[in-house]
């Protein structure tokens, strides 16, 4: 998500707030008629709405080709009823509900449904209106009477202050409608009043927030009459400050996203900060807070690229694609646009990271440092800033002209200062006396929407007589796509790795301000840092409103995050996580056991083979022997049979030599959910959703034992030195000791109950790591906790997923923790810290999988292998396999053979072509 999704949003509504002015509110509307060339021959009526906003008129058509028309409150020589003039006029046909508004101005805005600069109507001109419902023509006539006259004030600080009294005596007026509630068994916990932020505008309205959901009901009832987020869904949430306030409040549903699901800005703090601390409350036991240095750790290590951690560091800072003041800032990493060829490998290649766009031109520099020495205190060596809300907007007019206009009043920007070429604006950068901007993040995504003037805009004429269109590219992109592909390259790049820190130091870190910021040449307008200006103690409003939108206008300089320089990345060890070397680690720097590294050379070597060629996996055979989906499926030591379990309430046994099925058992007419061979591979054990767990005997071809350990299905099932781990929808994991005794001259297992791991909701899954000191439960609802089995104390929990829990795992150094949910993400936790360090999304939900610490096979929803690059965040292979799910997969100790069971009823066999 991104500025311009919510562009293409208001492309298709022709009213937006856009179309207010900066710092004005949208009130309310009425169904209306406008009347032209009343009472003569000509006279027609368009039908629309009439929006009340407090500073202007709006009339909204209905039909989509007549311009919309904005009458400024300010140019309004007078506002009535023409009845009340003309009553004792015999003549005068009597019209009820109209108002008359004569203007010495009015905007024309989207003639023919094109956006454009505002067309200007000059002169003296009446127009008039019809309400629908001609009683409220009176309300609506004192309500403008008395925004007429706050316009008309002035100073800037008394309009503002009439404005504010007004709005808040329609916000006093009224309250959150409860019957919006999703349910009404939701428990109301806070109610206040706040505005949605969205870029250069704020819409006034009702929060509340329920043990359910978080509200915002708008006072003008738009873009829709309520805006809700599920509580459960909340991922992230950030307290901002707008307008060099305190006030703001930014909620995430999503890991990654720039963009956020909604911002509020209150009217004092003590609101906001009690709807934080009741969220952050409700957050604390599902998701990890991240800091700083928790996001600086992970980057560090290689489980986050320099484009999330930039994002990270810029969410943290303040940085929001929601406040085009504090838009999220990203630098400039290319320093070549004339090459036919990138060559990523050259230092030249690339800008130098340790200096401010302002230092790189050392002729410029120091012209600046000339008038620096000679200028009064307080001293600054650049005059604009590196990020405001015109950067932002100068990028991305083309996908966001209407934001253009709103910020210029109706008006593009000279053709000539219009983002017409990447090696035009570098060298403007480089050159310029007053140019010293860095990118947006856009320019390192996906999506090169904002280099293409796909809307056919009229941006203007240059200088030459060529029409402003699509930006022009360096010679080495081929085109917009392959640009930022490059782009993104180049940041991700091995140079850029081993510098980056250098630029965070001067945007993020200790060389953002003082005598650090002085000798770095780093030093902007003392206005543009936090804490600049304290807005509470001047107390003359027309000196605070100038000052404020000055401010605004000119860019912020975003909340220190770091006081000590900040560390390079650890390259190499970013380039060699797992494979060979997770094996080897040594006992210092590791949290598990010495007993761990429990392969041998030879088959450490095999493994490493083996997974460096998982791509290659083929497809050997397939049989299909159940009646419903696989649920388990185990292998004996000699691999000559595989044992399966099914949702249709078969354990089966199957011979791989001679092709066919050799047992069938069912134990009782429920699904069965999985299985396993016990040391011997003389005993089967399937657990099963009676609640039961059944032991068979091989050698018998019969039941031989039957645990009735839980008051739900069992899920899932895992066994360890005479120790079997069951899972439950009970929300329990139960460890028993199963000790084998002879009765009457049959083996039987005597069971003892050893521990009791308790959750709060059905647990789904569950696994033990190599050394079975760990084990790990994922749950329906989306938790993951770590515990260790040998005192049964729980490690960790972290709310992981959206929904169920498919599958978790811990890496063969058990370092590390990856899971899989019905949200379609892989999740990857820090087993020693508990730390979330790495989400990844799949197209489909991951069903099962199997990793060595850095690849990953798994399963997918589609019937697909898909083996996933972790560190790259990428699928390397996609290899056809089910017509349904993929629902279990077995894997040899050599990592060399592979089983798979679907929904299709089928298990297929795989092998690696080397």
């Known amino acids: 998500k991104s500025l311009f999704y919510s562009c293409f949003f208001f492309f298709f509504l022709r009213f937006s707030l856009l179309l207010l002015n900066l710092e004005e ?18 006279e027609r009526k368009i039908r629309g709405s009439l929006k009340i906003c407090s500073k202007s008129i709006i009339f909204e058509p209905d039909e989509k080709m007549p311009p919309i028309i904005k009458i400024p409150l300010r140019d309004c020589i ?36 094109i956006i454009a600069p505002y067309k200007t109507e000059r002169g003296k001109t009446e127009y008039l209106f019809q309400l629908d419902v001609a009683g409220k023509a009176d309300d609506v006539i004192q309500t403008l009477l008395q925004l007429n006259r706050a316009s008309h004030l002035d100073k800037m600080g008394d309009q503002a202050a009439m404005i504010t009294a007004i709005l808040q005596s329609r916000l006093a007026r009224t309250s959150f409608d409860k019957n919006r509630f999703q349910s009404v068994s939701e428990t109301l916990h806070m109610e206040c009043e706040a505005e949605m932020v969205t870029p250069l ?27 809700h987020i599920m509580m459960h869904s909340v991922r992230r949430i950030y307290k901002r400050r707008h307008g060099l306030m305190p006030l703001g409040l930014e909620v995430f549903c999503t890991e990654n996203d720039l963009c956020s699901d909604i911002y ?21 036991n599902h998701i990890t807070e991240q800091t700083a240095e928790s996001y600086m750790l992970q980057w560090q290590r290689g489980h986050l690229s320099n484009y999330q951690y930039l994002l990270h560091l810029n969410n943290l800072a303040d940085r929001s694609c929601n406040d085009l003041s504090q838009y999220p800032v990203f630098p400039w990493i290319i320093a070549d646009y004339s090459s036919s060829e990138l060559d990523l490998t050259k230092p030249e290649t690339f800008r130098d990271l340790s200096k401010p766009v302002g230092a790189l031109n050392e002729e410029r520099l120091q012209r600046l440092l000339t008038r620096y020495r000679e200028m009064p205190e307080p001293k600054f060596m650049y005059g604009s800033h590196y990020s405001s809300p015109g950067y932002v ?22 053709a000539d200062r219009m983002f017409n070429s990447i090696a035009e604006t570098w060298k403007n950068c480089l050159d310029g006396a007053t140019d010293f901007k860095e990118l947006i993040p856009e320019f390192y995504e996906n999506d090169s929407s904002f280099l293409i003037n796909s809307l056919k805009l009229e941006l203007g004429k240059r200088q030459g007589g060529k029409m402003v269109d699509h930006v022009e590219l360096p010679p080495w992109a081929s085109d917009p796509d392959d640009f930022l592909q490059k782009s993104q390259n180049a940041l991700e790049s091995q140079y850029v790795s081993e510098h980056l820190h250098e630029w965070i130091d001067l945007v993020f870190g200790y ?27 001047i107390m003359d409003p027309n000196e605070k409103v100038a000052l404020l939108t000055q401010i605004l206008e000119f860019g912020q300089t975003p909340k220190q995050l770091f006081t000590t320089p900040h560390p390079r990345r650890i390259i190499p060890k970013f380039k060699s ?10 006992i210092a720097e590791s949290p598990v056991s010495p007993s761990e590294e429990s392969f041998e050379d030879l088959t450490e070597e095999s493994i490493t083979l083996a997974w460096n060629n998982i791509a290659k996996l083929k497809l050997d055979e397939q049989y299909k022997i159940h009646k419903e989906e696989i649920t388990g499926i185990a292998v004996p030591c000699n691999g000559t049979s595989v044992f399966t379990t099914s949702q249709d309430s078969t354990l089966k046994m ?63 099932i895992c066994w360890h030195d005479n120790c079997l781990y069951s899972a439950s929808w009970d929300s329990t994991v139960k460890v028993w000791r199963c000790v084998p005794t002879e009765v009457l001259g049959t083996k039987r297992h005597h069971f003892e109950l050893l521990a009791e791991l308790e959750h709060d909701v059905s647990v789904n899954t569950i696994n033990l790591n190599a050394a079975n000191a760990m084990l790990v439960s994922g749950t329906k609802e989306g938790t993951i906790s770590i515990w260790d089995v040998t005192t049964a104390t729980m490690l960790h929990q972290l709310s992981c997923h959206s929904g169920t829990v498919y599958d978790a795992a811990f890496s063969p150094d058990s370092r590390h923790l990856l899971s899989t949910g019905e949200d379609g993400y892989f999740k990857v936790i820090d087993v020693q810290t508990g730390m979330l360090i790495s989400s990844m999304a799949s197209e489909q939900p991951q069903r099962c999988f199997k990793w060595d610490g850095h690849t990953v096979l798994s399963g997918s929803q589609s019937g697909e292998l898909l083996v996933w690059d972790l560190l790259a965040g990428k699928v390397n292979e996609r290899i056809k396999g089910h017509t349904g799910a993929v629902t279990c997969m077995w894997m040899n100790e050599q990592c060399s053979s592979i089983i798979t069971g679907g929904e299709d009823k089928q298990i297929m066999f795989w092998k690696l072509q080397y």
């Open 264 to 284: 509020l800005k209150f009217y004092n703090s003590e609101d906001r900060d009690e709807l934080y601390f009741y969220i952050a409350t409700y957050l604390e």
């Open 511 to 537: 060389k953002q301000k003082g005598s650090e910021a002085i000798a770095a040449h780093n030093v902007f307008h003392p206005l543009t840092y936090e804490g600049g200006v304290d807005l509470n103690s």
């Open 25 to 42: 509110y949208y009130f309310e509307q009425h169904m209306a008629n406008h009347i032209i060339n009343k009472d003569c021959r000509d």
């Open 577 to 586: 996580l797992s494979r060979a070397s997770s094996h080897n680690v040594s």
């Open 393 to 414: 907007l100068f990028y991305l007019v083309r996908v966001a002209p209407e934001y253009m206009l709103c910020l210029q009043n109706g008006k593009f920007d000279h």
């Open 654 to 716: 199957f011979s791989k030599d001679s092709k066919t099925l050799q047992r069938s058992v069912s134990f009782s007419n429920m699904a069965l959910s999985s299985c396993l061979i016990l040391p011997g591979d003389t005993t089967v054990i399937s657990s099963s959703w009676d609640n039961h767990i059944y032991f068979y005997s091989v050698a018998f071809g019969r039941r031989q034992d039957t645990l009735m350990g839980h008051d739900d299905a069992v899920s899932k």
């Open 78 to 113: 007078s506002i009535d009823a023409p009845e009340d003039n003309d009553a004792n006029n015999p003549f005068t046909w009597y019209i009820p509900g109209v108002i008359s508004v004569v203007s010495n101005q009015a905007f024309l805005i989207k003639e023919q449904n």
């Open 201 to 227: 505008v704020t819409n006034p309205g009702h929060v509340c927030i329920t043990d359910e959901n978080l509200y915002f009901q708008p006072l003008n009832g738009y873009p829709k009459p309520v805006v």
